[in-house]
């Protein structure tokens, strides 16, 4: 087993590490920069070592000092967490390089999946779908304007280095064709200082839905079933959900996405734990846009109702040990929703609002799991980003987590600081979302939608003293709505 974890990160997702090590009783190492001295990851870890500034650039981006901290320890492995060094390849190969363990894959593969258009040529050898398009970036616009005649309007430009949504853009008419690569181009040179784009056919109203997979060091791999992400906010996850709405009465579908994610993961030589993230549309057809090389933010939802430790999986796969987990011994049990409570302004544009947690009052009972980085009297900082606690329910249905959920969110009380928790009162209660026809459109819709309601102050005052359980509807109204009833598998 691992001697001793030193984690490359901070908040909740040290804290989640943190956890399995003190369950496998491997002692823990956290770093922290200036502003994060009293942070809880540093509290709850055994040994912990300042690395610098508050500025990222200055402490969490900084591979020298990470690696000099772990030498200074004695820790023989690295957890990165995600965000921050999680997925720079240079980093996991100077882990390499050092003798260090990097619990991920391993850097050959990161690099591999890293650029956009070596993943879309490592998934079409593969053989999983991809979106129409090439493998190749373009060298102008000409070039693009041939492949949209090819696959049709509507059209994506994307970075091949690109991620979040930047140096994208839709194109919808061959004449706005040129001026759309130019913007791409250039606003992928000011992201990532590399200008490529390439284009595939844009795929209309679809889902967002991932697939979880774990793999050994010895040729095993498995799938660990779905999540559901199509609830974004300017490509921010919002809710995440397991199993899909979408896919939930559909295990042959979800068989075949977790073939096509196992068999791109063993092409780029996978290991340790990854996701494949795919865009399904409304016929079921589903198209691979990348792979995540790193535990997820919203793992637990698959751990909650697969109920297998990732995290754990994650630090034996690392120590060489072998995925004793078979395909056939991973079954799906009711239903798992996760909210990102954030330090953030909802009624003022999600604007980050940093600053003291004066009193904390949190939620508890049958099927709720709390992944904290806080406690009462932290003062959250404004250098990093305002995830404070994931607030994950477990429950039978959809329904019945649905209502865990919002009984979660009344019990939480979160003073000092602005917070999203009564977005998520709003959200839940809504009949579309309970529906369940989601979409990555699905949040923008929903924004325009209340605001056209135009509710009064008073209206609004009225409305959060009645529980949001209470303003849902009757519970007979209420099943799972798919568009599709039968599936054209490829
Ligand atoms: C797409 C797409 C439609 N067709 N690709 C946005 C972020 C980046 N990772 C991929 N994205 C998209 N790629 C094709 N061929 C639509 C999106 C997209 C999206 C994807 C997932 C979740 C939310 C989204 C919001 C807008 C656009």
């Given at each position: 087993?691992?001697?001793?974890?030193?984690?490359?990160?901070?908040?909740?997702?040290?804290v989640r590490?943190?956890?399995?090590?003190?369950?496998?009783?491997?002692?823990?190492?956290?770093?922290?920069?200036?502003?994060?001295?009293?942070?809880?990851?540093?509290?709850?870890a055994?040994?912990?070592?300042?690395?610098?500034?508050?500025?990222?650039?200055?402490?969490?981006?900084r591979m020298?000092?990470?690696?000099d901290?772990?030498?200074?320890?004695?820790?023989?492995?690295?957890?990165?967490?995600?965000?921050?060094?999680?997925?720079?390849?240079?980093?996991?190969?100077?882990?390499?390089?050092?003798?260090?363990?990097?619990?991920?894959?391993?850097?050959?593969?990161?690099?591999?999946?890293?650029?956009?258009?070596?993943?879309?040529?490592?998934?079409?050898?593969a053989?999983?779908?991809?979106?129409?398009?090439?493998?190749?970036?373009?060298?102008?616009?000409?070039?693009?304007?041939?492949?949209?005649?090819?696959?049709?309007?509507?059209?994506?430009?994307?970075?091949?280095?690109?991620?979040?949504?930047?140096?994208?853009?839709r194109?919808?008419?061959?004449?706005?064709?040129?001026?759309?690569?130019?913007?791409?181009?250039?606003?992928?040179?000011?992201?990532?200082?590399?200008?490529?784009?390439?284009i595939?056919?844009?795929?209309?109203?679809?889902?967002?839905?991932?697939?979880?997979?774990l793999?050994?060091?010895?040729?095993?791999?498995?799938?660990?079933?779905?999540?559901?992400?199509?609830?974004?906010?300017?490509?921010?996850?919002?809710?995440?959900?397991?199993?899909?709405?979408?896919?939930?009465?559909?295990?042959?579908?979800r068989?075949?996405?977790?073939?096509?994610?196992?068999?791109?993961?063993?092409?780029?030589?996978?290991?340790?734990?990854?996701?494949?993230?795919?865009?399904?549309d409304?016929?079921?057809?589903?198209?691979?846009?990348?792979?995540?090389?790193?535990?997820?933010v919203?793992?637990?939802?698959?751990?909650?109702?697969?109920?297998?430790?990732?995290?754990?999986?994650?630090?034996?796969?690392?120590?060489?040990?072998?995925?004793?987990?078979?395909?056939?011994?991973?079954?799906?049990?009711?239903?798992?929703m996760?909210?990102?409570?954030?330090?953030?302004d909802?009624?003022?544009?999600?604007?980050?609002?940093?600053?003291?947690?004066?009193?904390?009052?949190?939620?508890?009972?049958?099927?709720?799991?709390?992944?904290?980085?806080?406690?009462?009297?932290?003062?959250?900082?404004?250098?990093?980003?305002?995830?404070?606690?994931?607030?994950?329910?477990?429950?039978?249905?959809?329904?019945?987590?649905?209502?865990?959920?919002?009984?979660?969110?009344?019990?939480?009380?979160?003073?000092?600081?602005?917070?999203?928790?009564?977005?998520?009162?709003?959200?839940?209660?809504?009949?579309?979302?309970?529906?369940?026809?989601?979409?990555?459109?699905?949040?923008?819709?929903?924004?325009?939608?209340?605001?056209?309601?135009?509710?009064?102050?008073?209206?609004?005052e009225?409305?959060?003293?009645?529980?949001?359980?209470?303003?849902?509807?009757?519970?007979?109204?209420?099943?799972?709505?798919?568009?599709?009833?039968?599936?054209?598998?490829?």
């Amino acid at each position: 087993m691992l001697r001793k974890v030193l984690i490359a990160n901070r908040g909740e997702i040290a804290v989640r590490v943190i956890r399995a090590l003190r369950e496998m009783n491997i002692p823990s190492v956290a770093v922290f920069s200036d502003v994060d001295r009293h942070a809880l990851h540093v509290r709850m870890a055994d040994e912990a070592v300042g690395i610098g500034g508050a500025a990222s650039a200055d402490s969490y981006l900084r591979m020298d000092k990470i690696i000099d901290a772990a030498r200074k320890v004695g820790a023989d492995s690295i957890h990165p967490g995600y965000g921050f060094l999680s997925e720079n390849a240079a980093f996991a190969a100077l882990c390499e390089k050092e003798g260090l363990i990097f619990i991920g894959p391993p850097s050959s593969a990161i690099e591999q999946l890293g650029s956009k258009t070596s993943a879309r040529q490592l998934a079409k050898r593969a053989g999983t779908p991809i979106p129409p398009g090439t493998e190749e970036a373009l060298n102008n616009a000409n070039e693009a304007k041939a492949i949209a005649r090819e696959v049709g309007y509507p059209v994506i430009l994307k970075a091949a280095s690109g991620g979040g949504g930047k140096g994208m853009r839709r194109v919808e008419r061959e004449e706005d064709l040129e001026a759309a690569f130019r913007d791409a181009s250039s606003e992928a040179e000011r992201s990532f200082r590399d200008s490529a784009v390439y284009i595939e056919k844009f795929i209309v109203r679809p889902r967002h839905i991932e697939i979880q997979i774990l793999g050994d060091h010895h040729g095993n791999m498995i799938y660990l079933g779905e999540r559901e992400c199509s609830i974004q906010r300017r490509h921010q996850k919002v809710v995440e959900e397991a199993p899909s709405p979408f896919i939930v009465n559909h295990p042959e579908l979800r068989a075949k996405m977790g073939e096509a994610a196992v068999a791109a993961a063993k092409e780029a030589g996978y290991t340790n734990a990854g996701t494949c993230e795919f865009l399904v549309d409304i016929h079921g057809n589903f198209y691979f846009l990348e792979m995540n090389t790193r535990l997820q933010v919203e793992h637990p939802v698959t751990e909650s109702i697969t109920s297998i430790d990732l995290v754990k999986w994650q630090l034996r796969i690392a120590a060489g040990e072998k995925l004793t987990l078979k395909q056939e011994d991973i079954s799906i049990r009711g239903w798992s929703m996760e909210c990102r409570l954030y330090a953030e302004d909802a009624d003022n544009g999600f604007l980050p609002s940093p600053g003291e947690i004066t009193s904390l009052s949190l939620p508890g009972g049958p099927g709720v799991r709390l992944d904290s980085g806080v406690y009462p009297g932290w003062k959250v900082p404004l250098e990093y980003d305002p995830l404070l606690i994931k607030l994950v329910a477990w429950a039978e249905t959809r329904e019945d987590v649905v209502h865990r959920l919002i009984r979660a969110l009344e019990e939480t009380h979160i003073g000092g600081i602005r917070t999203n928790v009564e977005f998520f009162l709003d959200l839940l209660a809504d009949t579309e979302f309970l529906a369940a026809d989601l979409h990555t459109g699905f949040l923008d819709e929903w924004f325009t939608r209340r605001k056209k309601h135009e509710f009064t102050p008073a209206e609004i005052e009225a409305a959060k003293r009645v529980s949001a359980l209470a303003r849902r509807p009757k519970p007979q109204q209420v099943h799972v709505k798919s568009k599709w009833k039968e599936l054209p598998l490829r």
